[in-house]
């Protein structure tokens, strides 16, 4: 997975925003202070190679929130909260209760912190040898053997000449075993690279290879020893320990160091892995051709010097620009840089290449380390007795030979510093960094066929190799599924309205491909939420100083009118509080670690929203009537309804037909009455009175006097 930025900005950038930053944590402390306490609803699962992480499904993990059995990540991860406001509200988005809201605004926070923490990922290293004569591999038998006093006959080794070569594929073994030893959290595979010089210069009569590669597939320590023997010993030294014409009418002083490393890091014909961090050992004891780093030949022990005459001024000077190379994957630039560019583009150096290839932007930690080790031969030592004397500043300890030392030791410390790796060369000499060498210079040996290959010094500089301070700045990488997702729980579902908002910042300065509307994603009948950091795959990584925030409305579609959870998650806290998965899924962030091989599913905090029930959504069984009241008296017998008669002609009369009297006798018997009295008296009296009738019986009650005239009672 290619990194969003130019690795060369990534490990400073969030440093120059830190103040900015800080502000926006004090700011947001409320929010992501509520993942504390989360580490045990983190799942990771590791290791997984690059490529078969993509067909992971998070929602095959574990829903109940804890690690996985067996897998951990030291990598640092996203701090997550999540809110909800208001805190209460009405069901069914009803306005009609205490707290007059139908719906809560969800807020989502991730950031990825402030400080890169300490990684052990897996490690790829390929060890890129030099095979110039002094390095151990001269064959000093065709009398070309220069002004070196020690190797007028055949086969005798040269003054001071390293056994570093032979003792190398000697112990090609052992060192990789010790390598691995030393650095117990990481597994440690191998490769190997050799090189000389075929470049067109006066000092070099053109023999040896630029750039050769030995073992392509990193191979485990355990196999390292044998595929050394099998390739590097086999098809470059002959089966033996020297490199065929290598001699003293060779560049001694210089070699293509640049384009070997070159080759090396853009990963031309070795099989760079992107979970892995890359490390280049180069073992080396000449200069890069860099105008940086000149040396002086006339005053060195070079067989050329004599074919070419008595050369002076800078005829004396071998190459300083490596010509173009023309790799598969990429041509190596006219005069590519050592750790600064020589031909004004900034990137044009091979400090540069370590963080803009893309075999070390795909690295863990985005960049390749390049550890430098500065064999002690004599062309390092300006007190070699093979320094010619008689020559301007030439002769052990002269001037122009103390230069030329100083050059080919300054440049390995520069290209470790640069790179962030280590270096050691001799103990005679120290970096300008305070960084001084400890390796002790071990006789090659009395004969080049049976070299002495015991170097206890050197081993113990391989065993120290420094892989780089390899720090987490990567917080968070997408991969094929979204890196957030809500899930709600219960009864609490996604607002029609959702009205949904996000927004990414790189330490307080918004990201433009920023995922701002979520993606709706049902599964298994539940409708939740997801995002990417970046809608650009490439740039889909969280860094150290990122944040990132999302919001959106959620309603409760009914009971429990109680204080319950909005999202589905799965800490301590979410549990004890009744949430938990819902249908595998939960609130979550997914993602790969720094070390692009732990896969992390992350739950968010619990957040919580109280339900109350609405006035208007009464529902249920009506409550029983209340209690009869107790039964009336024993009944009167009442006779048969009587029908009111019409009054006519009598004003202002009431009309009440329909209403049987003795209903309403009974009623007001019930009520405690006992007599009856009908007004209609008066009627029947002036009935009587215009047909001629004769008077009642003066023994018969008078109405007049009865009580009962004109009323009910």
């Keep these: 997975m290619m990194k969003r930025r130019q690795s060369g900005t990534t490990t400073t950038r969030w440093t120059s925003r830190l103040p900015v930053a800080v502000l926006l944590v004090a700011a947001l402390a409320m929010v992501v202070g509520s993942a504390i306490g989360q580490a045990n609803g983190v799942i990771t699962v590791a290791p997984r190679s690059a490529s078969t992480v993509s067909s992971f499904s998070p929602a095959l993990a574990t829903a109940s929130g804890a690690p996985i059995s067996g897998f951990s990540s030291s990598a640092p991860q996203l701090q997550l909260g999540i809110t909800a406001a208001p805190t209460a509200i009405c069901a069914q988005q009803s306005l009609a209760c205490p707290a007059g809201v139908g719906a809560a605004r969800v807020t989502m926070t991730a950031f990825a912190g402030l400080a890169s923490q300490l990684v052990y990922p897996n490690v790829q290293v390929a060890f890129v040898i030099e095979t110039s004569p002094y390095d151990g591999v001269a064959t000093p038998n065709t009398a070309e053997f220069g002004t070196d006093a020690c190797a007028a006959a055949p086969y005798h080794p040269y003054c001071e000449e390293s056994n570093g070569v032979p003792f190398f594929v000697a112990n090609a073994q052992s060192i990789a075993n010790s390598i691995q030893a030393a650095n117990p959290h990481s597994h440690v595979s191998f490769a190997l690279v050799d090189y000389f010089a075929e470049y067109a210069d006066a000092w070099n009569d053109g023999d040896g290879s630029e750039y050769h590669v030995d073992i392509q597939d990193f ?78 030949y006339c005053v060195s022990m070079s067989m050329m010097y004599f074919y070419d005459g008595d050369p002076t001024g800078p005829s004396c000077y071998g190459a300083t620009s490596e010509p173009a190379y023309v790799f598969p994957e990429a041509t190596q630039p006219a005069g590519e840089g050592w750790v600064q560019s020589q031909n004004g583009n900034p990137q044009d150096s091979i400090a540069a290449l370590t963080h803009t290839a893309p075999a070390c932007v795909g690295s863990v930690g985005g960049v390749c380390t390049v550890d430098v080790i500065d064999l002690p031969n004599c062309v390092t030592d300006y007190t070699c007795r093979s320094w010619p004397t008689g020559r301007p500043g030439g002769g052990p300890g002269g001037p122009a030979v103390i230069q030329d030392v100083n050059n080919i030791l300054l440049a390995g410390c520069a290209m470790a510093a640069a790179t962030g790796g280590s270096w050691n060369g001799p103990s005679y000499f120290t970096c300008p960094n305070g960084q001084a060498g400890n390796l002790q210079y071990v006789p090659f040996g009395n004969n080049v066929e049976t070299p002495n290959t015991a170097n206890p010094y050197l081993l113990n500089a391989l065993r120290q190799i420094s892989f780089g301070p390899v720090r987490a700045v990567d917080v968070a990488l997408g991969t094929s599924h979204p890196i957030f997702s809500f899930v709600p729980f219960g009864n609490i579902a996604l607002d029609p309205s959702l009205n949904a908002t996000a927004s990414c910042t790189e330490g307080g300065v918004a990201v433009k491909d920023c995922q701002t509307i979520p993606t709706i994603v049902h599964t298994n009948g539940v409708e939740a939420l997801a995002w990417n950091w970046s809608t650009n795959a490439s740039r889909n990584i969280l860094q150290v100083g990122d944040l990132w925030q999302a919001s959106f409305n959620v309603i409760a579609t009914g009971a429990p009118y109680s204080t319950v959870p909005v999202d589905a998650c799965t800490t301590p806290t979410c549990e004890a509080s009744g949430s938990g998965a819902v249908a595998s899924r939960f609130t979550w962030a997914s993602y790969l670690s720094s070390d692009n091989t732990t896969f992390i599913v992350q739950s968010f905090p619990l957040a919580q929203v109280t339900v109350e029930q609405a006035v208007s959504l009464v529902t249920g069984t009506p409550p029983p009537p209340p209690p009869p009241p107790p039964p009336p008296p024993a009944p009167v017998s009442i006779s048969p309804p009587l029908t009111v008669p019409q009054q006519v002609g009598v004003g202002q009369s009431v009309v009440v037909s329909n209403i049987t009297l003795q209903g309403v006798a009974a009623g007001l018997l019930a009520a405690g009455f006992t007599r009856i009295g009908l007004k209609h008296r008066p009627v029947a009296m002036k009935a009587g009175a215009m047909a001629g009738l004769k008077k009642p019986d003066a023994s018969k009650e008078s109405p007049e006097s009865s009580p009962a005239f004109g009323r009910m009672e």
């Design 219 to 296: 191979v485990p320590a355990q196999y390292f020893g044998a595929e050394v023997r099998s390739t590097f010993q086999q098809s470059v030294l002959g089966g033996g320990y020297t490199y065929e014409d290598s001699d003293a009418a060779d560049n001694v002083l210089t070699s293509s160091s640049i384009t070997s490393l070159y080759g090396t890091i853009i990963g031309s014909g070795l099989s760079w892995s992107n979970n892995t961090h890359h490390v280049v050992v180069l073992m080396t004891s000449t200069a890069p051709l860099d105008p940086s780093y000149p040396e002086n």
